[in-house]
T-cell receptor, first 109, second 115 residues
């Protein structure tokens, strides 16, 4: 079993829609969790950190449920520019990052 | 531009040839990571340096792969006797001492195509 599992999608949504991505992880020793965004043929970029108390940044909300080993990302009022692959990430023991496969989002006009 | 530089950005090579990628991290970052990303997958951890010491290697790093970081500055990743399955984007990332995932900086990646 992969340490971080995500639905690969694709998620095809109209502009303005609300979309939610989920991710599960194993090895609960991890203390840090993140969502990264990756555009086609580009490097991944940090979108936001994820905390048990929830984390909101504009239209984006991330949540961590340690009991269920579950991470979520909610995007409200989606824009065309949100089209990308969203990577669920947990911190490894050596400071490295362990990535999920990514969930592809396509926002249509 | 994150300050992490990778060269070459693209490389096409024939199967069986050797290739070398270089990464120049942010100068004050003492930790450096290499990842590989194939189509439809997230980046997969290959190896990690703290200064010049290679502290961890993934099982993905076969005997054909070798990485170095002389003097704790730039790093090289060499792939010997390339195979078609080596075609991927190779990402380098650096992080300052004590940093965590929200302080990691990725380079733009080096694309390898083995034909």
């Amino acid at each position: 079993r992969k340490e971080v599992e995500q639905d690969p999608g694709p998620f095809n949504v109209p502009e303005g829609a609300t979309v939610a991505f989920n991710c599960t992880y194993s090895n609960s020793a991890s203390q840090s969790f993140f969502w990264y965004r990756q555009d086609c043929r580009k490097e991944p970029k940090l979108l936001m950190s994820v905390y048990s108390s929830g984390n909101e940044d504009g239209r984006f909300t991330a949540q961590l449920n340690r009991a269920s080993q579950y991470i979520s990302l909610l995007i409200r009022d989606s824009k065309l520019s949100d089209s990308a692959t969203y990577l669920c990430v947990k911190g490894g023991s050596q400071g490295n990052l362990i990535f999920g496969k990514g969930t592809k989002l396509s926002v249509k006009p | 531009d994150t300050g992490v530089s990778q060269n070459p950005r693209h490389k096409i090579t024939k199967r069986g040839q050797n290739v070398t990628f270089r990464c120049d991290p942010i100068s004050e970052h003492n930790r450096l990571y290499w990842y590989r990303q194939t189509l439809g997958q997230g980046p997969e951890f290959l190896t990690y340096f703290q200064n010049e010491a290679q502290l961890e290697k993934s099982r993905l790093l076969s005997d054909r792969f070798s990485a170095e970081r002389p003097k704790g500055s730039f790093s090289t990743l060499e792939i010997q006797r390339t195979e078609q399955g080596d075609s991927a984007m190779y990402l380098c990332a650096s992080i300052p001492s004590g940093g965590i995932g929200n302080t990691i900086y990725f380079g733009e990646g080096s694309w390898l195509t083995v034909v």
